[in-house]
């Protein structure tokens, strides 16, 4: 009778909101993506901070390395103008020593100023990094925040329909509930129609005229010719 039919379409009506607020849950941000993006970025920052690392250290072997040829240069230079050395040829190889000591500091100062440089871009890189990371941390825990602000509502609202969904469909009977089921998953989760004029709502094609006469009487079980909803029509009291 008209009543079952007002039963199942308010099941139906239950059902269209059940949908809709798993189709949001399902669009919810939960930050996956910005969690991916943190990682990577945490990842360079790591592989920055290793190379930056890897340039201090080199500095300061530079360093001491100049800083021993530079004591052994004195040494002979003390050697070469203290007067303690007189043999032309001991001088001439201590000379020669200085130069090439000098050579090698100048060699590596140069290395030194280059590694020098290298060093301040990649704390520019850094500080860089480490400002990116803060924003996309932030940004990523007001994404969680909201996910799970929205995500407990939403979970909620489900929980409830689908509790009012087991009490309503309870009061179908299951050749018809099974019917609406049906139609339902093959028409986009719309199984039942109600119909206000002369045009079915969920394909907005003409009803048949005998199908109209026979909506009038509360038949139960009649469906539109055209997509095969069920068709339900309010009885006036």
């Not at 390395?65 to 052994?72: G, N, P, W």
């Not at 040829?89 to 050579?103: A, F, H, P």
């Not at 089921?181 to 094609?205: F, K, Y």
Request: proline residues 2%; contains cysteine.
């Amino acid at each position: 009778m008209s009543e079952e039919l007002a039963v199942l379409y308010q099941l139906q009506q239950v059902d269209t909101e059940l949908a809709r607020v798993k189709a949001e849950l399902a669009k919810l941000d939960s930050g996956l993506e910005l969690k991916a993006e943190v990682a990577a970025a945490e990842n360079e920052y790591k592989t920055l901070l290793s190379q930056h690392h890897t340039s201090e250290v080199e500095g300061r072997a530079l360093e001491l390395e100049i800083t021993t040829l530079q004591e052994k240069k004195a040494k002979f230079e003390g050697q070469l103008y203290g007067g303690t050395v007189r043999n032309p040829r001991q001088l001439s190889d201590l000379q020669e020593e200085v130069e090439m000591l000098d050579r090698e500091v100048s060699k590596l100062e140069d290395r030194e100023l280059e590694l020098m440089e290298t060093i301040e871009g990649q704390r520019g890189q850094l500080t860089r990094w480490e400002e990116e990371l803060t924003e996309k941390k932030v940004r990523l825990a007001e994404v969680v925040a909201a996910y799970k602000g929205a995500s407990a509502r939403l979970s909620g609202e489900a929980a409830e329909l689908e509790g009012k969904r087991k009490e309503v469909a309870g009061q179908v009977n299951a050749p018809l509930l099974k019917r609406y089921e049906q139609i339902r998953a093959r028409q986009a989760n719309l199984g039942i129609v109600r119909v206000t004029g002369e045009t079915c709502p969920g394909c907005r094609v003409a009803i048949a005229s005998e199908v109209l006469k026979e909506l009038r009487t509360g038949r139960v079980g009649l469906t539109c010719d055209s997509c095969g909803r069920l068709l339900y029509k309010e009885q006036p009291v």
